[in-house]
C-alpha cells in the first residue's frame, strides 16, 4: 500500500487528526501542510477513500521503520516447513531401511514433512508390492508421531509418500 504523504496528496480538502489522534476538522490540503511544518511532522493520507480523504500529523520515516521492523518480526516467527526426502529402493536391506526410519523420526519430530521415495530401476517396476509394503512398515513405525499426508503413490518410476507430524 503506497502512501500519498505532504505534496503528493491531490485533493483540495482533507479531515486532518493531529499526532496525539485528535480530530482537527475539514482543512484545506496548503492549511494542512503549514500546520504539519510547524509541528515538523509531515501529512500523510491515511484512508484516501473516505469523503474527504483522512489524513494524519506523523513522523512518515519513523512510521516507515516501525513499519518494516513489525514485518520483520512478523516474518522471524512464522516457521518454515520444510520436506526433507529419504530415497530407498525396492532392495533396500532390513538395516538400511531402520537408519532411514531414525532419520525420518528426527526430521518429524524437528516440524517438518518427509517425503519417502522408493525408486524402481530396471525390472524391480514390475513388483511394486514390495515397495508398497515397504512404505507401509515405514509409516506404521512412524505412526506414533506421524501422520499419512499423501499416500503411497506412483509418480514416474518411484512410489512416493508424504508424512507429516502428528497434531499433539
Known amino acids: 500500500m503506497q502512501l500519498r504523504v505532504n505534496e503528493m496528496i491531490r485533493t483540495r480538502e482533507v479531515r486532518v487528526v493531529d499526532d496525539e489522534g485528535k480530530q482537527l476538522g475539514v482543512l484545506q490540503v496548503r492549511d494542512a501542510l503549514i500546520l504539519a511544518r510547524q509541528k515538523g511532522l509531515d501529512l500523510v493520507e491515511v484512508a484516501p477513500n473516505s469523503i474527504p480523504p483522512v489524513c494524519r500529523l506523523m513522523d512518515f520515516g519513523k512510521y516507515q521503520y516501525e513499519r518494516a521492523k513489525k514485518e520483520r518480526d512478523a516474518r522471524k516467527s512464522q516457521k518454515q516447513i520444510e520436506v526433507k526426502e529419504l530415497r530407498l529402493r525396492p532392495k533396500t536391506g532390513e538395516h538400511d531401511v531402520a537408519f532411514k526410519i531414525r532419520d525420518a523420526r528426527r526430521f518429524i519430530s524437528e516440524g517438518n514433512k518427509v517425503k519417502i521415495?522408493?525408486?524402481?530401476?530396471?525390472r524391480e517396476i514390475t513388483h511394486p508390492e514390495v515397495a508398497r509394503e515397504m512404505l507401509d512398515r515405514v509409516a506404521q513405525e512412524l505412526g506414533d508421531i506421524a501422520?499419512?499426508?499423501?499416500?503411497?503413490s506412483m509418480e514416474g518410476t518411484s512410489l512416493l509418500?508424504?508424512?507429516m507430524p502428528r497434531e499433539s
Open 117 to 122: 521415495r522408493i525408486r524402481f530401476r530396471g
Open 147 to 152: 501422520a499419512i499426508e499423501q499416500a503411497p
Open 161 to 163: 509418500m508424504i508424512l
